[in-house]
């Protein structure tokens, strides 16, 4: 039939073109999810640096190899992902990953500035980035010694970032890998590298490098891991899921200790740092509660008795005054009684352990010359070797100082814990004892001797060796000592002011004297009278109590024996402890 109007068309043409639409739809779908499927299940490119052991790096043969090319495998396989690890210059690999043709690079430092342009992964491995030298500098211990130095660093890195982040003012010399780094400072070129500690002891073997070391204390210490372009979680999701389920097979802790081993260890696992805080900490916690417990009873007592008396002189303001002061006296009393039974406790427990080191370095001290005898043969024929950390070279003259050194300290926490528990000891004796002053002046030393390296640099003895003995209780008197060594620190306004102690005879008073010397802020003539009052002190803002001297005094006139103060304000104080000389021919 002939078609008068063409506009007569318009409703089938477009009915047509729809269904062609809808036929094509049907016949993309299969191709868009053959498509879809072919991204899911696509090669993932891992990039890495080729020279970063023992991370990762290229054999002899050219292969990758490291930890975290074994890593990186292994979470593939329990994943199921089919990955092609690329190695090559870290600069290169950086920009590789920010265009794309790079999916993730398997071993990146953590760091707030990195964040902007990937993101990463849990933490599989700590790296600790270290300052290295040549043996025998000096003047580089620490970043703030960088200033103004030659510093060789590998371009792109994170020592490089940490540098540019941080505004070091240093001259950086930039190389594109780390051995080049170790090899510059080797041959005698520039000040320092920066190099992370685990790599670089594995290039010194690899190089043969023997005249450069790290400083002790390292730069930096970074968490290490997986990192991917900004916002492709889903990679960067399924290698964390990977990590968790090696750590939960032990798989992880086996390729860690295979490249890591010793010279990277994870640290003492929670719950063993939990057993052993428990059975040390568990005895004094327990301890700490009777004590608490004891002095919150003595206190309660001390308040009852202290109602009683206050009712009895109510009525007397002088006697009150005077229950006042037997009340606080008795608190410190309390005080100090604790003290003593903490001090008695804690010097029990610190003398077990320290026992235990003496015998245990007593017979590494013995072993060590055996074994040294066979680390030598071996060191002959086959050279230098790793010792822990360091060369067998350097070791062998350090272990024997380090054995001394750390018997010489146990047996100075011996010393001091004697000290503490003598100090401690409750002595009821009489005062008809021949006492020498030198043992009294030793034990009071010791207790002492801590205030009085951190508040003076120029402490002297001034003792005579003819000195006759005096007549008391020795620990009643070093009491006395510690208080005036202690009251002399309090009063020294710079550790550059002196601090003498100094003994003496005055034969026609029968009497011996101990002397007391500082050169601090000194006190007023008018102070000086209240100097032993019960309660009175100028540090009450600090914590004084006051109570120091006036007890102080009250040992001494129990010995029959006297104080005397000489001071003027700003030119220090002289205080002098006086007690009768001993004379057998009386006492019998």
């Given at each position: 039939m002939p078609i008068s109007d063409p506009r007569d068309l318009r409703p089938g043409l477009v009915h047509g073109l729809w269904l062609l639409w809808i036929l094509l739809l049907c016949l993309a779908g299969p191709v868009l999810a053959e498509e879809e499927s072919f991204s899911a299940e696509r090669t993932l490119v891992i990039g890495g640096d080729h020279n970063y052991p023992p991370y990762e790096y290229l054999d002899q043969f050219g292969f990758p190899a490291g930890y975290n090319v074994e890593l990186s495998k292994?979470?593939?396989?329990?994943?199921?992902?089919?990955?092609?690890?690329?190695?090559?210059?870290?600069?290169?690999?950086r920009r590789s990953l920010e265009r794309g043709d790079v999916d993730l690079l398997m071993g990146m430092a953590h760091t707030d500035e990195r964040l902007a342009e990937v993101d990463f992964s849990s933490p599989h491995a700590?790296?600790?980035?270290?300052?290295?030298?040549?043996?025998?500098?000096?003047?580089?211990?620490?970043?703030?010694?960088?200033?103004?130095?030659?510093?060789?660093?590998?371009?792109?890195?994170?020592?490089?970032?940490?540098?540019?982040?941080?505004?070091?003012?240093?001259?950086?010399?930039?190389?594109?890998?780390?051995?080049?780094?170790?090899?510059?400072?080797?041959?005698?070129?520039?000040?320092?590298?920066?190099?992370?500690?685990?790599?670089?002891?594995?290039?010194?073997?690899?190089?043969?490098?023997?005249?450069?070391?790290?400083?002790?204390?390292?730069?930096?210490?970074?968490?290490?891991?997986?990192?991917?372009?900004?916002?492709?979680?889903?990679?960067?999701?399924?290698?964390?899921?990977?990590?968790?389920l090696l750590k939960k097979?032990?798989?992880?802790?086996q390729i860690?200790?295979?490249?890591?081993?010793?010279?990277?260890?994870?640290?003492?696992?929670?719950?063993?740092?939990?057993?052993?805080a428990t059975l040390v900490l568990g005895p004094l916690l327990l301890?700490?509660?009777?004590?608490?417990?004891?002095?919150?009873?003595?206190?309660?007592?001390?308040?009852?008795?202290?109602?009683?008396?206050?009712?009895?002189i109510v009525e007397r303001k002088r006697s009150a005054d005077e229950l006042?002061?037997?009340?606080?006296?008795?608190?410190?009393?309390?005080?100090?009684?604790?003290?003593?039974?903490?001090?008695?406790?804690?010097?029990?427990?610190i003398n077990n352990p320290n026992g235990l080191i003496q015998l245990n370095l007593s017979q590494l001290g013995k072993a060590w010359p055996d074994a040294a005898a066979i680390l030598e043969e071996y060191y002959q024929i086959h050279g230098d070797f790793k010792f822990g950390w360091f060369n067998y070279s350097r070791m062998r003259d350090e272990i024997p100082q380090m054995l001394a050194e750390m018997t010489d300290s146990s047996h100075k926490i011996k010393r001091i814990v004697e000290g503490l528990k003598d100090f401690a000891r409750r002595n009821d004796s009489g005062y008809n004892d021949s006492v020498e002053f030198g043992g009294v002046i030793k034990a009071a030393l010791r207790l002492a001797d801590n205030q009085l390296r951190k508040s003076t640099n120029h402490f002297s003895l001034e003792l005579r060796e003819d000195?006759?003995?005096?007549?008391?209780?020795g620990h009643r008197i070093e009491q006395v000592v510690v208080n005036l060594l202690l009251n002399a620190c309090q009063a020294l306004t710079s550790n550059q002011q002196a601090i003498c102690l100094r003994t003496g005879e005055l034969p026609d008073a029968g009497m011996v004297y101990l002397e007391v010397e500082d050169e601090g802020c000194g006190m007023e003539a008018e102070l000086l009278e209240r100097m032993t009052d019960p309660f009175f002190t100028t540090r009450r803002e600090v914590g004084g109590t006051g109570l120091g001297l006036s007890v102080s005094e009250g040992i001494v006139k129990d010995h029959q024996g006297r104080l005397e103060f000489n001071s003027e304000f700003g030119q220090g104080m002289k205080v002098r402890l006086l007690l009768p000389i001993y004379q057998e021919a009386r006492d019998e």
């Open positions: 292994e979470i593939a396989r329990v994943m199921g992902m089919d990955i092609r690890i690329q190695l090559g210059d870290w600069g290169k690999m700590k790296v600790h980035q270290s300052i290295w030298v040549r043996k025998g500098t000096l003047d580089i211990s620490s970043k703030a010694d960088l200033v103004g130095k030659e510093v060789v660093v590998m371009k792109g890195s994170v020592m490089h970032d940490y540098m540019l982040e941080h505004k070091i003012l240093a001259n950086l010399f930039l190389v594109t890998t780390l051995a080049d780094a170790l090899n510059l400072l080797a041959s005698g070129q520039h000040d320092c590298a920066l190099v992370a500690k685990l790599p670089g002891e594995y290039l010194l073997s690899e190089l043969n490098l023997h005249n450069i070391q790290p400083i002790a204390r390292p730069l930096a210490a970074q968490d290490y891991g997986f990192a991917v372009k900004k916002g492709n979680l889903a990679t960067l999701g399924r290698f964390n899921e990977g990590l968790s097979s032990g798989e992880y802790r860690r200790e295979k490249w890591l081993g010793v010279l990277q260890p994870e640290g003492v696992p929670g719950a063993v740092i939990v057993r052993y301890v700490l509660v009777l004590i608490v417990l004891w002095s919150r009873t003595l206190r309660q007592q001390v308040a009852l008795r202290t109602e009683e008396l206050e009712l009895e006042q002061v037997h009340q606080r006296q008795l608190l410190h009393a309390d005080k100090m009684s604790s003290l003593g039974v903490l001090t008695s406790g804690v010097a029990h427990e000195i006759r003995p005096f007549r008391g209780n």
